[in-house]
């Protein structure tokens, strides 16, 4: 597995509002946009926050540490034979694929494949 960049992921409740911040008062670019998710060009990514649960929650979690790469598939099958535990295994949400799982200090990661830019 090659790691192509690192990406935080920050889980807020107003995406539209934040999406507004990152991009009008910090001048981020938008690189894509879905209805619950953006990525900016500069290597962070908004989320709408999920329903409190245990693996994924804004009051415990506000900010994810996303790990792009080439494969999911193939980076989960690598890092599950190395016995990392995988809490979401590869899913497709839109146009990306995720899967997630806790580093040794119970932080959230996620490995993240983003659709190609046009």
């Keep these: 597995m090659q790691i192509q960049g690192v990406m935080a992921m920050v889980l807020v409740d107003n995406i539209e509002r934040a999406l507004r911040f990152y991009r009008d008062v ?6 894509f946009e879905e209805e ?28 994810s ?5 080439d494969d999911v598939d193939a980076a989960f099958n690598e890092l599950t034979a190395q016995g990392v535990g995988f809490f979401v295994p590869p899913t497709t949400d839109g146009s990306a694929t995720f899967a ?7 932080n959230l990661v996620q490995l993240l494949q983003l659709p190609p830019t046009l």
């Design 26 to 31: 910090l001048g981020f670019t938008v690189r």
């Design 36 to 63: 619950d998710w953006v990525v900016f060009e500069e290597g962070v990514g908004l989320m709408l926050s999920p329903e409190p649960i245990p693996e994924i929650n804004r009051n415990i979690n506000a900010v």
């Design 65 to 69: 540490l996303s790990l792009t790469v």
């Design 100 to 106: 997630s799982f806790r580093d040794t200090e119970n």
